[in-house]
């Protein structure tokens, strides 16, 4: 069999590997391509995800971002193909590493031959830099990234049982700038000077009020040079529908994940003004929206942003078609070679579900199982789409098929990683336990079998011994910023509060401007009544964070104590400036104007 394998390509190795029914064939295949192929992309991408089946968290980012630089290097006629490589290669950073990689992912960013790719590759670093403080690196990044499409907003509207997506509001009767339309609770109209996030996320959660089950649209005008093709696309947490010029383009009913530039829709622009709008449909947990205008093969397309009311001219032209969740999978099968059908799949399923479309995924799945019902890897992935949709049964008895081929548990720590969370959910914790402690001694210097039974032993609120695991895993692996996180929220849940304050910040000194950074050093500052430092610290954390209402709550606080009540108050009024509806802003300026005496008020 070795033999065999040493005579195939590049991308036939990959699809002997993705297509395997044992380990040692993965094994077997892997030990190949790295002596064939050694610098290959694909062999790092293998390595990659076979370091997720080891549950080696550095290697697999070490290794994705290996296969990026070979296909700058030397493959960039399929550097197309490395999408499912980012996320990998953001996976987990040691602290020790962290200048190394980032000096890397910039690189890349400069020289990457696939410009949707290296947007998406900028936008991740641009985070990184956020978090971190880091001015040069956020401008750079900003540059590949390209102009985000501003938004004009308004909301909220009735979403109740997801139903308001097909319920036709005003904003889809007509763009009216000063209009003003009864909405959820209030009148409410269309608003384009709220703050901006320095990310470029628009954040619902913080913009309006209600936002469960709720709907909001994003709606713009732009001017373009001459009629042509183009690409709008779109990042999104929720359901959505989307029109170019009054026609319906776009509708999903199912989105619930984010993906950058997770929806690339083809669309014809005519020459002069258009009008794009996008309509929201938050159900619960995180609501956001981004949108970029790019030519078709992503590149910058140059436009003018225009006035919400600008006339758009009548244009004769085909109505284009409604696309779908379908749509998408379709794009994303279309990234990769049609030469290895089940490195497509396993590919395709993970972006699938990095977008949150669960059912989508869950129908792939089928269609993937029809052929490859062998394959480890597919297996693994139609088990987590059949659990995320609530169908335990098929989940349960495909998850026990694969525990079983493991013959040795120090194979694969993933795969009994996946065996003992579903043990642990159907209340079988002492068989899963069990299990925990065989890797353990089958692995006994893995940081991960230690990790993986602490959170066994913490979800049972055994403080004290998940601890003592948790520093045995420190002790295998100091650099990973997991564990140190798990050990300080570990230490504060048995009262050994210096230990994890000093921890907190050894972990946040990578990432100054983190809000929970700032949120920890106002509460130091605010013991030590030092109000100077409270205001200052909510200063920095309005000019970082300018769309999160808890960074303007820091700075009023801070100016409430330091008795400056007029600059509280005007603090409060730029609260409402981010959400002229935030019950936030109102419940303590009522607090503060019964302390003033001014009851009325």
Same mark, same amino acid.
């Given at each position: 069999k070795s033999v065999a394998l040493k005579s195939l390509s590049s991308i036939e190795l990959a699809e002997q590997y993705y297509s395997a029914s044992d380990l040692e064939t993965m094994d077997l295949v892997l030990k190949t391509i790295k002596e064939s192929w050694p610098n290959h992309p694909l062999r790092w991408e293998l390595e990659s995800v076979h370091a997720q089946l080891m549950k080696d968290t550095a290697h697999v980012s070490l290794a994705a971002l290996?296969?990026?630089?070979?296909? &700058?290097?030397?493959?960039?006629?399929?550097?197309?193909?490395?999408?499912?490589? &980012?996320?990998?290669?953001?996976?987990?950073?040691?602290?020790?590493?962290?200048?190394?990689?980032?000096?890397?992912?910039?690189?890349?960013?400069?020289?990457?031959? @696939?410009?949707?790719?290296?947007?998406?590759?900028?936008?991740?670093?641009?985070?990184?830099?956020?978090?971190?403080? @880091?001015?040069l690196g956020f401008a750079r990044s900003s540059e590949r990234i390209g102009q985000l499409l501003p938004l004009n907003i308004i909301g909220t509207w009735d979403n109740d049982q997801g139903k308001g997506l097909d319920i036709p509001y005003p904003p889809e009767?007509?763009?009216? *700038?000063?209009?003003?339309?009864?909405?959820?609770?209030?009148?409410?109209?269309?608003?384009?000077?709220?703050?901006?996030?320095?990310?470029?996320?628009?954040?619902?959660?913080?913009?309006?009020?209600?936002?469960?089950?709720?709907?909001?649209?994003?709606?713009?005008?732009?001017s373009v040079r001459e009629a042509g093709n183009a690409t709008l696309r779109i990042s999104t947490t929720d359901p959505i529908k989307v029109w170019i010029?009054? *026609?319906?383009?776009?509708?999903?009913?199912?989105i619930n994940g984010w993906l950058f530039d997770g929806i690339s829709l083809p669309v014809k622009f005519h020459k002069g003004a258009n009008s794009i709008l996008i309509k929201s449909a938050q159900q619960t947990g995180g609501w956001m929206l981004t949108a970029r205008v790019t030519k078709t093969n992503g590149a910058p397309l140059v436009y003018e942003v225009k006035s919400l009311d600008t006339p758009i001219p009548p244009v004769q032209s085909t109505i284009p078609p409604i696309l779908d969740e379908s749509f998408i999978t379709q794009q994303f099968q279309s990234r990769f070679s049609a030469e290895a059908p089940a490195r497509r799949d396993f590919?395709?399923?993970?972006?699938?579900?990095?977008?949150?479309l669960k059912v989508e995924r869950l129908k792939y799945s089928e269609q993937v199982a029809q052929r490859f019902p062998n394959s480890i890897w597919l297996k693994v992935s139609r088990?987590?789409?059949?659990?995320?949709?609530?169908?335990?049964?098929?989940?349960? @008895?495909?998850?026990?098929?694969?525990?079983?081929?493991?013959?040795?548990?120090?194979?694969?720590?993933?795969?009994?990683?996946?065996?003992?969370?579903?043990? *642990?959910?159907?209340?079988?914790?002492?068989?899963?336990?069990k299990v925990a402690r065989e890797l353990i001694e089958k692995r006994p210097k893995d940081a991960f079998s230690y990790t993986h039974l602490s959170n066994m032993l913490?979800?049972?609120?055994?403080?004290?011994?998940?601890?003592?695991?948790?520093?045995?895993?420190?002790?295998?692996?100091?650099?990973?910023?997991?564990?140190?996180?798990?050990?300080?929220?570990?230490?504060?849940?048995?009262?050994?509060?210096?230990? *994890?304050?000093?921890?907190?910040?050894?972990?946040?000194?990578?990432?100054?401007?983190?809000?929970?950074?700032?949120?920890?050093?106002?509460?130091?500052?605010?013991?030590?009544?030092?109000?100077?430092?409270?205001?200052?610290?909510?200063?920095?954390?309005?000019?970082?964070?300018?769309?999160?209402?808890?960074?303007?709550?820091l700075l009023a606080r801070g100016l409430w104590d330091a008795e400056r009540t007029v600059e509280a108050l005007n603090t409060l009024n730029a609260l409402n400036m981010l959400n002229p509806l935030s019950s936030l802003a109102y419940k303590q300026r009522g607090e503060w104007l019964i302390v003033l005496g001014d009851q009325e008020g």
């Open positions: 290996n296969a990026l630089e070979a296909y &700058m290097n030397g493959y960039q006629s399929s550097a197309h193909e490395a999408w499912p490589l &980012m996320p990998r290669a953001l996976y987990t950073w040691p602290s020790e590493a962290q200048a190394d990689f980032t000096h890397r992912l910039h690189q890349l960013i400069q020289g990457y031959p @696939d410009q949707p790719l290296q947007a998406s590759m900028a936008w991740s670093a641009r985070h990184i830099a956020h978090f971190s403080g @880091d001015k009767k007509e763009f009216n *700038s000063t209009a003003q339309y009864q909405g959820k609770l209030t009148k409410v109209q269309w608003r384009s000077n709220y703050p901006k996030d320095l990310r470029g996320k628009i954040n619902f959660n913080e913009l309006l009020s209600p936002t469960r089950w709720q709907i909001a649209y994003g709606a713009n005008v732009i010029n009054e *026609s319906l383009v776009f509708t999903s009913a199912r590919h395709t399923l993970h972006l699938l579900e990095e977008s949150g088990a987590t789409a059949l659990w995320e949709n609530g169908e335990l049964g098929q989940a349960a @008895d495909i998850i026990a098929q694969l525990f079983k081929l493991v013959k040795d548990k120090a194979q694969a720590p993933y795969l009994i990683e996946l065996q003992t969370r579903f043990w *642990s959910q159907q209340r079988l914790d002492v068989k899963a336990r913490k979800n049972k609120g055994w403080h004290e011994e998940s601890c003592m695991l948790l520093y045995k895993a420190e002790r295998l692996d100091p650099s990973d910023r997991r564990i140190q996180s798990k050990l300080a929220k570990c230490e504060k849940n048995i009262a050994r509060h210096a230990r *994890s304050n000093i921890r907190y910040q050894r972990i946040w000194s990578h990432y100054p401007k983190l809000t929970t950074t700032f949120e920890e050093q106002y509460r130091k500052a605010r013991l030590a009544r030092d109000t100077s430092t409270m205001i200052a610290i909510g200063e920095e954390c309005v000019k970082a964070w300018p769309q999160r209402s808890q960074c303007y709550l």
